[in-house]
């Protein structure tokens, strides 16, 4: 019975992610003014020379420096420091990344892991809330030849659900972003799986990178509509996967992949999305951090103009 109503939970949730947009609704959002968007950059991204030790005010102050108007922090900093190093700059943290969902997957076998992967969810709430932050980016979890497709899908919807009431109260969206973990491979999948909680405190990250190597972004984007509350920008390359790996096709600078930039625009303009790019991208080797993200920040602007 567990099984027959899970596949009834996903089938629902994907012939109403399904459904096309009525000529109503089609009508007003023709009738919204253009959104504003604002850009903003991945602390986690920012590895730096581990010989320099750049504390993390001088980080904000080279992310502020490129032009960024905000960035997304990691769960579980020290929260005394990042309030001090946002004060200084005058950044917005629009999102904190969880510490803990790949170290401790949700949809882990181990009670204690998921327990412990739990905690960081909850953590990151909290410090988005100190932040003001708006948003949490979740990773569910993982599946693999340990941990089914079934048994990932449930314990991921148990955990998740034990923290809604803390998001709720917090008034922080749990978004749960899509990743190479073999998990909700589809967009109406992804969209039934937000949609199984029936709470507005549960949301997408979308990442558009991630979906490159095996799907196109803008597709995505409309399926997954109003869910979608953040955005990665991430480039990845077809090509570099052929030739030297998987991951290599991240490599690739923005702009210079397959990632359809204004496709993706198109779409994110036809959903009304209205909130951040945040870029996630690899740093090609030679550059420092204030040349690295001088880079970034003006190919975003062009991504930015195509909307």
């Not at 410090?127 to 979740?138: E, F, H, M, R």
């Not at 449930?154 to 809604?164: D, G, W, Y």
């Given at each position: 019975?567990?099984?027959?109503?899970?596949?009834?939970?996903?089938?629902?949730?994907?012939?109403?992610?399904?459904?096309?947009?009525?000529?109503?609704?089609?009508?007003?959002?023709?009738?919204?003014?253009?959104?504003?968007?604002?850009?903003?950059?991945?602390?986690?991204?920012?590895?730096?020379?581990?010989?320099?030790?750049t504390?993390?005010?001088?980080?904000?102050?080279?992310?502020?420096?490129?032009?960024?108007?905000?960035?997304?922090?990691?769960?579980s900093?020290?929260?005394?420091?990042?309030?001090?190093?946002?004060?200084?700059?005058?950044l917005?943290?629009?999102?904190?990344?969880?510490?803990?969902?790949?170290?401790?997957?949700?949809?882990?076998?181990?009670?204690?892991?998921?327990?412990?992967?739990?905690?960081?969810?909850?953590?990151?709430?909290?410090?988005?809330?100190?932040?003001?932050?708006?948003?949490?980016?979740?990773?569910?979890g993982?599946?693999?030849?340990?941990?089914?497709?079934?048994?990932a899908?449930?314990?991921?919807?148990?955990?998740?659900?034990?923290?809604?009431?803390?998001?709720?109260?917090?008034?922080?969206?749990?978004?749960i972003?899509?990743?190479?973990?073999?998990?909700?491979?589809?967009?109406?999948?992804?969209?039934?799986?937000?949609?199984?909680f029936?709470?507005?405190?549960?949301?997408?990250?979308?990442?558009?990178?991630?979906?490159?190597?095996?799907?196109?972004?803008?597709?995505?984007?409309?399926?997954?509509?109003?869910?979608?509350?953040?955005?990665?920008?991430?480039?990845?390359?077809?090509?570099?996967?052929?030739?030297?790996?998987?991951?290599?096709?991240?490599?690739a600078?923005?702009?210079?992949?397959?990632?359809?930039?204004?496709?993706?625009?198109?779409?994110l303009?036809?959903?009304?999305?209205?909130?951040?790019?945040?870029?996630?991208?690899?740093?090609?080797?030679?550059?420092?951090?204030?040349?690295?993200?001088g880079?970034?920040?003006?190919?975003?602007?062009?991504?930015?103009?195509?909307?």
């Open positions: 019975m567990q099984r027959r109503r899970f596949l009834h939970t996903v089938v629902a949730g994907v012939a109403a992610a399904a459904v096309p947009l009525g000529a109503a609704a089609v009508a007003a959002q023709a009738a919204t003014p253009r959104p504003v968007r604002r850009k903003g950059f991945m602390l986690p991204s920012l590895r730096g020379d581990p010989k320099q030790k504390s993390l005010a001088d980080q904000f102050r080279l992310i502020r420096d490129a032009g960024f108007a905000g960035v997304e922090v990691r769960g900093l020290n929260q005394r420091e990042v309030l001090a190093a946002r004060d200084a700059t005058g917005v943290i629009p999102s904190v990344v969880v510490a803990a969902h790949w170290t401790h997957p949700l949809t882990s076998p181990n009670p204690a892991t998921r327990a412990v992967g739990l905690e960081g969810l909850r953590q990151a709430l909290r410090d988005a809330k100190a932040y003001g932050a708006d948003s949490v980016l979740l990773v569910p993982v599946v693999n030849k340990e941990i089914g497709y079934h048994d899908y449930t314990r991921a919807l148990a955990e998740i659900r034990s923290a809604v009431s803390l998001a709720e109260s917090l008034r922080v969206a749990i978004a972003e899509n990743v190479w973990n073999k998990f909700l491979l589809s967009p109406l999948e992804a969209a039934a799986f937000a949609d199984a029936q709470s507005p405190w549960v949301k997408w990250h979308f990442d558009v990178g991630n979906v490159v190597d095996t799907g196109w972004p803008e597709q995505w984007i409309r399926i997954l509509g109003p869910r979608i509350v953040k955005v990665h920008v991430k480039e990845f390359s077809r090509k570099l996967r052929e030739e030297k790996g998987p991951r290599a096709g991240f490599e600078e923005l702009m210079n992949g397959d990632s359809d930039w204004p496709a993706v625009m198109k779409a303009d036809d959903i009304g999305y209205a909130g951040w790019l945040i870029t996630e991208q690899y740093r090609p080797p030679g550059l420092t951090d204030a040349g690295w993200l880079q970034l920040s003006g190919q975003l602007d062009r991504i930015l103009a195509l909307s």
